[in-house]
Structures are given as C-alpha cells and as structure tokens.
C-alpha cells in the first residue's frame, strides 16, 4: 500500500508521461509542464533574513491546492571579515558568529498572494536555523502525503570545508513541519560539506532517499526505511559538487550524474547504480573548450524523446566567473553529442580575487518544462538575480537539440516573476518569524553591564509627546530591552528619521534614530544618534564625536562598529547591534506610516539589493 500510496502522490506533480515507468526521482516532484512561475529573489522578510544565496522552491505543501514557497539562504554573520578566496573565510577564518534564521515559508492565497506562514516551521535545537543552506531536498520522505524537506547545510566561515549540520523537516499531524534530525537520522552529529544533494529511490524498496555530496571524495547516502528514518552510509567514491538522480542505462535503478570541480583533477559523469543503492562503474562526460572547470549543478531529462535521459550541465570559470550551460545528448552505449552554450563571457584578462566577484552568476538549479506547449522540452534556468544574468532565463528547445537562450522579459520567454507586493506579512505571527519573542534567549554580559548602569542612574525627563505605542513590543533578545514605542520624524526615499522609546529593566528611555541602506553592508543600517534630539537616552555617557553618517550627516553610531570604550563600558554595544540587526522588522512596524509607506521605503531601502 505504501508504494501504490506514494506513486499517486509523485504523479500529482507531474503531467510528463515519462515519470510512469521510471523509478522514482526528484526530478519528477521538481518539473511540471507550464513552469512559468518564478519566485522574486529576495522577497518581503527575506530581503534582510539572509545574506546571500537565496533559494526558493514552488510546491503545494499545504494540500490546500495553491502552490506555496519555501525560501531559505545564509546567515547574516556579525563578524564578517573578508578573507581567502572563498566563503570559509567569510569571517576571516573563523566560525561565523550571529543568528541563524531558519526558512522562510510563504504559503499561497486565492487572491494570488503569499502570506509568510514561518511559525509553521518548527526548530527547537539550540542554536536553532541554518549557516548556509545551498540545497531545498523536497519530497514526501515519511509516507504521510505531504511534503517535506530536507535542507543540505554545508555552512559559512571556519576557515575550512567540514561542513555544517544539516535540517531535516517532516511533516506532523497538526500541520507543521518539526525539525527531526536527533529522531530520524542514524548519525546524532552528521556533518558534512555537503555543496550537493538530490532525492529518490535509489535501493528500490518503495521510498524516498537522500544522496548527498562530500568533499571527502564520497558521497554520502541516506537509505529511507518509509517512516522518514535514515540510515547513514557512504555509497560511492565520488568527488562531486552537484548530483542528479535519473535511470541513465535503462536498467530500472537510479544512477547519479555528478558535476565536479575540474579545476582540481576531479571529473565530471556519470556513476551507475548496482542496484542496491550503491553507485560504482562510472562513465566519463564530454568537456566543453575553454576555462569551464566549475560544474556548481547537473541535471537529467529526455529532452529528445528517445526514451533515454540526456544531461544539462551548469559550468563556471574559477571562483564562479561567467556562466554556461552544456547540453549532453545521451546517443546511447556511453557516446555522447555535446553542445555549450555562453550566457555570460567575461573578459579574457579578468583575474578573480574571490568567489564573490562581478562575474559570479552561475545557473544555480536547472528545471525543465514545455514552456509553449510546442512538445518539446524547454530548459528553464533558476538562479538569483545578477547584474550580469537576471533571474528567469530559458534555453528554449527548437528541436534536433538545439536550444536558444532568451533571457527574462524577451520575447519567447514566457517566464513570470512574483511581484514583491504579493509577499505578505502575518501581523498576528510576524515577531515569532523573526524569532524575537521574548525569553528565548539570556541577556549577555554587555546588557548585564547596562542593568547595573542604569539602575543607579537618573535619567533625564523628557518630553513624550508624539510617541505611540505599539500592540506588541519588540523583544531585542541580544540586549534583554523591548522597543515600547515609535515618533515618526520624516523619510526620503531610501532613508527614515524616527525616535524609539526603550524599556530596559523598568527603566524607560528615548533614543533617536536613522535607518539607510548601506552599500558596504548589503543591508539597511539602523544608526543611533548620538548629536541630535534625544541623542542616546540623553546620556552624557554618549555625548562622543561620532563620523558616521546617516542622510549626509554625521553623528551617528552603527552596532558594527564600535570602539569607543565609554560605549563598550556602559554595555550599550549589544543593543545597539539589536537595533541595527531588527532594522527590518523595527521599520516595518512604525505605527504612524501606512502599510504603503512603509512597503515604498523597505523596497527603496532595498533596491540596490535586487
């Protein structure tokens, strides 16, 4: 009953013919005909939730019959110091240090809108969240009838490439989803650095499994035993960076088609499946000219309708510079046709410093569908949005495997990103989403510092005409202090001045405030005002030359950066990295703006972003 039971399911998510009698892959929960939705790169909460490498996927895992969205991304670290070449030195060589947001999930309304849903999301590891999550694994692992996934993790800083623990999501019987690793993972501690990972049945028993890369020359496979338990084992020795699942030879198992990272000796292929779930003989794929040697994703589909499954192939230079895609036609008997096609060429002379640099906008997931209902299968190209390649390209499929690239918005692509407005807040759970509800975390010793400070301290009185306070105060859970009210002074464009009333210990006091978008950071910077109106609480304490700026004015003091040992010595650092790390959600929930105001200035404050 279990088999028949899942194979409804998989089919429900495909109309393509071809997924009845093949085994069962991720490939056919992944791709439907009339693929044309594409979610917005950065949308709503997750603009400032994550740091970098947002990814979306787009299922139905309600059962409500409306399609949702689950993004997740990076870690925005307080420590980030720019180091090597790579992110394991993204706080320079050591552990990144900060909140670790969990995934966001946007779950489809009628009117065509997403409403953030993220409390049906529940973690209760300490710490809770991901570092950095490159792979949404999503499938129905525990038999129930609904989706779940699982979050390949293979973590930023560190100096090295062990790996990060991963999350593993499954779906309860009162409608969330609870993380499950400590129940239903073999290995309490696994961790790994695992860049790739794909989902099927790969030992033929009735359910899903896991594959997951492994820089140590392995992969990794996790055999489910249909409750959603897994059982960890190493099933290859394999070098890999992205992986696919597909039956490549016809013989009824799933082989695995690998992406390597050339530039270090490792090949790119195919292993075939014993049968058992163990991936050995292995096929070598073609090699396009050219400096192409970074293969970050692969994927299988019959894009000729042959009955076999021919291979598209991501490929970058080193450290992610250009981007290409490469069409291997399978001809049968491990010969192969191979076609590259340039999507962004950098200049012959360009020399990269680090991963991060102006040409890094490799395809990050590769999905097919028939985009024109023309019978033929269209590759479509998932990536956030670059400056050299924006989100939402095809390679359209003009027969005899020959594809055009239409980039989004050209004519042939029928490609429709989200709108940005149709990404919602739930006001009744909007502060649970950004995990600041209060008592979750100890005040540190910098906000113990303050207590002591203040207790003694005899504030200044101030005049508190034009606050007003708010429904539900804001729990700043570094420092222990709650944001109780809002001024509104005035805004620009991508700017805000606005007064805030803090209550730290039973002590209330006002602070003034700027909040701008901030280049060097990649995010709006909450700066405290330390020369005008009520400056910091009217502290003499805080009265320091400060040449920070906020709407072309100095005076200004960010959490980031301070050094003057009078802050540090008071303890006022740690709510200050509090104000500037929930500018987010402060902004947002300014009660004299409208909710239009307030969506004008958070795209504003985030344009240079998309």
């Known amino acids: 009953m279990k088999k028949i039971l899942f194979f409804f399911i998989v089919l429900a998510f495909t109309n393509n013919v071809f997924a009845k009698d093949k085994p069962q892959a991720g490939i056919f929960i992944e791709n439907y005909d009339g693929m044309t939705v594409f979610g917005q790169s950065r949308p709503g909460i997750t603009k400032q939730r994550y740091y970098f490498g947002h990814r979306w996927s787009y299922h139905d895992f309600n059962n409500d019959g409306l399609k949702d969205f689950l993004y997740s991304g990076t870690m925005r670290p307080t420590n980030i110091k720019t180091s090597g070449k790579t992110t394991a030195g993204a706080c320079g060589g050591k552990k990144c240090e900060g909140d670790m947001p969990g995934p966001t999930l946007y779950l489809g309304q009628k009117d065509g809108s997403f409403i953030d849903n993220s409390k049906l999301i529940i973690d209760n590891r300490n710490p809770s969240g991901q570092s950095l999550s490159r792979q949404q694994l999503i499938a129905d692992f525990n038999n129930d009838g609904i989706l779940d996934f699982y979050l390949a993790d293979h973590g930023i800083g560190g100096g090295n490439y062990d790996g990060f623990r991963d999350s593993y999501f499954l779906s309860q019987k009162n409608g969330t989803w609870l993380e499950s690793s400590s129940t239903h993972l073999s290995k309490k501690k696994f961790k790994i650095f695992d860049h790739g990972g794909t989902v099927g049945d790969i030992d033929n028993d009735g359910d899903i499994d896991i594959v997951l890369t492994d820089l140590k020359r392995v992969l990794q496979c996790l055999y489910n035993d249909g409750t959603g338990k897994m059982k960890i084992k190493k099933c290859g020795s394999i070098n890999a960076f992205g992986i696919e699942l597909g039956d490549f030879d016809n013989d009824g198992d799933l ?56 291979i598209v192939v991501s490929r970058a230079g080193e450290l992610y510079v250009g981007t290409g895609v490469q069409v291997i036609e399978n001809l049968g008997e491990n010969k192969f046709n191979s076609k590259f096609y340039i999507l962004v060429n950098p200049p012959k002379d360009y020399v990269p410093k680090h991963e991060g640099n102006e040409w890094n906008s490799f395809v990050d997931q590769i ?10 299968t269209d590759i479509v190209l998932v990536r956030p949005g670059s400056l050299k390649l924006k989100a939402g390209s095809i390679l359209k499929n003009e027969g005899g495997m020959n594809f055009k690239h239409i980039k989004y918005k050209e004519v042939g692509n029928p490609i429709k990103i989200v709108d940005d407005k149709m990404y919602k807040d739930d006001p009744s759970t909007f502060f649970e989403n950004f995990e600041i509800a209060r008592g979750k975390s100890k005040p540190t010793d910098s906000s ?74 990649n995010f709006p910077a909450n700066r405290a005002s330390l020369v005008d109106r009520f400056k910091f609480g009217g502290l003499d304490e805080t009265s320091i030359p400060s040449f920070q700026e906020c709407r072309g ?41 409208s909710d239009n105001q307030k969506r004008e200035l958070l795209t504003n404050l985030d344009k240079n972003i998309n």
Not at 474 to 493: E, M, P, T
Not at 578 to 592: K, S, T, V
């Open 367 to 376: 999905r097919f569908s028939d985009l024109d209902n023309d019978n033929l």
């Open 448 to 521: 113990k510092k303050f207590k002591k400070f203040i207790k003694d301290k005899k504030l200044k009185n101030f005049d508190l005409n034009g606050f007003e306070n708010i429904d539900r105060p804001i729990f700043l859970k570094r420092s222990g202090a709650s944001l109780v009210a809002y001024k509104y002074i005035k805004h620009g464009d991508d700017w805000i001045d606005y007064d805030i009333l803090v209550e730290w210990d039973g002590v209330k006091f006002p602070i003034s405030m700027c909040l701008e978008y901030y280049s060097r950071f």
């Open 255 to 310: 082989d695995i088609v690998h992406g390597a990272h050339e530039y270090e000796g490792t090949l790119t292929g195919i292993a075939l499946n014993n049968g058992k779930g163990k991936f050995k003989k292995k096929i070598k794929l073609p090699v396009p000219e050219g400096n192409w040697g970074t293969v970050p994703e692969v994927s299988f589909w019959d894009l000729d309708k042959d009955g076999d499954l021919d």
């Open 553 to 593: 004015e100095n005076g200004y003091i960010a959490g980031w950066d301070i050094t003057e040992p009078k802050i540090i010595e008071i303890g006022i650092d740690t709510l200050l990295k509090d104000l500037n790390f929930e500018a987010r959600p402060i902004l947002a929930n300014i009660p004299q703006l």
